[in-house]
């Protein structure tokens, strides 16, 4: 697991480990620095020179500090200064000092045109603005941006300082424009601007250096987090005298006249996430294609018109957990069907697509929303949901997952380039999964999964947020495999068995 944090986050550890345990705030700088120029000298040759791009506050201050470890290495290093002179800090001014006294070259950006950004730079480091970034960029810093990207495009590296500047560490969105880098250098913990779209495009290779911070007490609980491969490991183990029973059974309430695809694709994630049975629950007329598309599932059809609320009963009798709601459609049958499982079923449930359009239709069914829910919406899904804009959703997905979960008490996965679970553990992002999985049936393979993990006894949050770092993993190995092009969403199913080999 790894720890993300948000601006307000980063300044309250900084304080807590300058102030409060009394760690000089110079020597956190030196480590940073130290990181940052390490990684430099891996990006540039002995001959090439540098530009370090600073501003006026203690990010400005690192880049100042790894521009004179870079000196004391033998580099050919320049300085530009960007900003109000009487805007920098202390230990600004302090790195300030050494630099000059180092004889380090360093112009203001008023003055800029004695050295040109887009000539002759082998790297270019930006320590502009850090986690203290507050307000959209100025046309200045602008010109200075762009200036950056054309040196970039002239094969200039770009090597950013915690977070490449014009990116909300709090959130990834760029304010106004921002510097496009090839690699970043974070310090302690990743900055969710580097994990979250669009700031994660901005950041090229990360990585986080350790500078000495500790945690003040209780704060990783308020922490968002993410998953590597290794988390995997957490899954629930198959006992060797385990059953099919044991292994959990899953009924899936999916498919419609014209859609057995979904129910399809989301049966068999099921079982290739290790549900021992599944069994699926759809109109009558997809019986037979998906008997014979997946034999290994149990298929029971019922009539659209008089759909048999004693057989539906039975079913969840019998089952451990239940999806409902890949390619269902929105017709009465369907509304019938999820108003009767919403009402009676205490089951651990995944709600997805078609279920997610009926509760937005129907507000009454919201009502019945609790915690043995997880709902999977996009952000198309979650904008009929909350009634907020898709635009409202992309500009802070978590609090909009985190306020359904208050109002709804049902754990939400708020699908996107990177996925947000809030569950009664936090705030889990994912950090796997890639633009290949933007494709018809995507969705119905991680409700399958997410249903397999239910109905093997996992609780819901542990469930959800696994279930998106498995799905995000598979996807990963299927762009690997095919192309992030070509890849289909049988593709992500075909590379869960590697991935759980392999991890688990
Ligand atoms: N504490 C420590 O010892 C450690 C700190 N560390 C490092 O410090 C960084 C945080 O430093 P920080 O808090 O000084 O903020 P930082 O990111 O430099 O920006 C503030 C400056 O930017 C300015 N400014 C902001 N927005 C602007 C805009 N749009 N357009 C123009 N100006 C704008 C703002 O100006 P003002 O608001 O005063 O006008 C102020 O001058 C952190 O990311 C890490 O790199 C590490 O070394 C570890 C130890
Ligand atoms: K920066």
Redesign the pocket.
């Known amino acids: 697991m790894r720890y993300l944090t948000d601006s307000s986050q980063m300044?309250a550890i900084?304080s807590y480990n300058?102030e409060e345990l009394g760690i000089p705030?110079l020597v956190?700088?030196e480590r940073?620095a130290y990181a940052v120029s390490a990684e430099a000298e891996q990006m540039s040759s002995q001959n090439g020179s540098v530009l370090v791009i600073c501003?006026?506050?203690?990010?400005?201050?690192?880049g100042l500090a790894a521009a004179r470890m870079l000196k004391l290495h033998g580099r050919k290093v320049k300085v530009l200064l960007c900003?109000?002179a009487s805007?920098s800090?202390k230990?600004h001014s302090i790195q300030l000092a050494i630099t000059e006294k180092l004889g380090i070259p360093a112009v203001t950006a008023d003055s800029r045109q004695e050295y040109s950004i887009e000539n002759g730079f082998e790297l270019i480091i930006d320590a502009l603005?850090?986690?203290?970034?507050?307000?959209?960029?100025?046309k200045t810093?602008i010109e200075l941006t762009d200036a950056i990207e054309r040196a970039r495009i002239s094969g200039a590296k770009v090597l950013a300082?915690?977070?490449p500047s014009g990116v909300s560490a709090s959130d990834g969105q760029i304010?106004g424009a921002a510097v496009k880098a090839d690699a970043t250098v974070t310090?302690g913990f990743e900055k969710l601007g580097l994990v979250l779209y669009p700031g994660a495009f901005y950041c090229g290779k990360k990585k986080v250096a350790d500078?000495g911070f500790s945690l003040p007490n209780g704060m990783e609980s308020r922490m968002a987090y993410t998953f590597g491969p290794e988390d995997l490991r957490r899954l629930p183990k198959r006992p060797a005298d385990g059953n099919k029973g044991t292994f959990g059974k899953v009924l899936l309430a999916a498919g419609s006249k014209r859609m057995s695809g979904a129910a399809y694709m989301s049966a068999l994630a099921s079982y290739r996430s290790g549900a021992g049975l599944v069994q699926i629950y759809t109109v009558k007329e997809n019986v037979q294609v998906l008997k014979t598309m997946l034999p290994e599932a149990i298929v029971t059809g019922f009539d659209r018109e008089h759909p048999d609320m004693e057989e539906l009963a039975d079913l969840c009798r019998w089952a451990d957990a239940l999806v409902a709601g890949p390619g269902f459609s929105t017709e009465s049958y369907a509304e019938q069907i999820l108003h009767w499982l919403l009402k009676n079923v205490t089951l651990p449930k995944v709600l997805d697509a078609d279920a997610l359009n009926l509760i937005a239709r129907h507000c009454e069914l919201a009502g019945y929303l609790d915690g043995s829910a997880v709902i999977t919406p996009h952000i198309g899904e979650m904008s009929r949901l909350t009634g907020k804009t898709v635009d409202e959703i992309k500009k802070a997905p978590i609090a909009a997952a985190l306020e359904f979960r208050e109002q709804h008490g049902a754990v939400c996965v708020l699908k996107d380039a990177r996925t947000a679970v809030v569950s009664e553990n936090g705030i889990y992002i994912s950090s796997s999964g890639n633009s290949g999985m933007a494709t018809g049936g995507s969705g119905d393979v991680l409700s399958g999964i997410l249903g397999g993990l239910l109905a093997a006894g996992m609780n819901v949050g542990d469930a959800a947020e696994m279930g998106v770092c498995l799905h995000g993993l598979a996807g990963d190995a299927a762009a690997e495999r095919c192309g992030m092009h070509a890849m289909m969403a049988t593709d992500i199913i075909s590379c869960l068995g590697a991935v759980l080999k392999e991890w688990t």
């Open positions: 300044k900084d300058i705030s956190l700088m940073a501003g006026m506050g203690n990010n400005g201050a690192d900003g109000k805007h800090t230990e603005f850090g986690v203290g970034l507050s307000r959209p960029l100025n810093f300082v915690d977070i304010l310090f500078i």
